[in-house]
């Protein structure tokens, strides 16, 4: 929602201004600028980008248009859920939960968090850490260190679609100083048509550089920062999940192991410790 505000709003002012100093629309549709600036960026990803990185900024961007954020309320739900699973384990045995980590999505339990459930990543993440700590052996140490590595290898897995759409982004204003130049040149090779038609010439080659600048600051990089604020929320669940596993595995009754887990979440969304108690006894 709030990218699309924002989108709007960079539009609507950029408009705005222009036609309030006397300027005409039309004047800024040039279409061979457009296709310049627009066909070098693209091209500029493919020469850059593996074309594993490039499938993945394409899935990444619409991911902004309607981000998985988890709110407080989201936290509450997995937390509750983790504390029932890791209750019914410390009654039944572990052997009891399997059939919830086997198969999450028809899990009474763990279904209750669809925003957990129904993303992939994170449904996996929890139910492959969780089967190995079924599977004995592994001590509370070595289970946080593997947990570790897959949230680095997620993290540095990541970390380059952002950085792929800011490097794009900084070249946007110097590609729409070739767009100026190359309309500088027909400028010139047609000097002789009479001033009008050179002062078309002349503006059109300038909305090169008014359109290489505005889409580089105005869209591209901050869509950049987008996309590295929705990994980050991503990888402080997985952090969430973790400390809850390695507080458990590590013999800490469940509600002291999703209150260690509570205390992972960044504070906005972060629930207080009467807040989640209260939830998790039914209470709100």
Known sequence: MF????????VIAVIAGFLFAGGNLILLLQWSEIMIIGGAAIGSILIASPLSLVKKIIAEIPK?????????????????????????????????????????????????????????????????????????????HELEDLIDTEIETYEIES????????????????????????????????????AEVVGEHVAAALVGTFLGVLTAYGFVNPLAANLEHNIENRIRVFYTIKACIVAYAKGNPPIIAIEIARRTIFSDDRPTFSELENYVRGKS
């Open 159 to 194: 970390k380059p679609v952002p950085a792929t759409l800011s490097r794009v982004g900084d070249s946007l204003p110097g590609l729409g100083i070739v767009a100026a130049v190359l309309g500088i040149i027909v400028t010139m090779a047609s000097i002789d048509k009479g």
């Open 64 to 140: 902004a248009l309607k981000p998985n954020h988890f709110t407080k309320q989201d936290y509450l739900v997995l937390l509750k859920s983790f504390n029932e699973l890791f209750l019914l384990a410390q009654r039944d045995g572990l052997l009891a939960i399997e059939k919830h980590i086997e198969n999450p999505l028809e899990s009474d339990i763990l279904s209750q968090n669809k925003k957990f459930v129904g993303n992939e990543m994170m449904r996996n993440f929890f139910a492959d850490t969780m089967k190995v700590m079924l599977s004995g052996g592994v001590p509370p």
């Open 3 to 10: 990218l699309l505000i924002g989108i709007a709003i960079v």
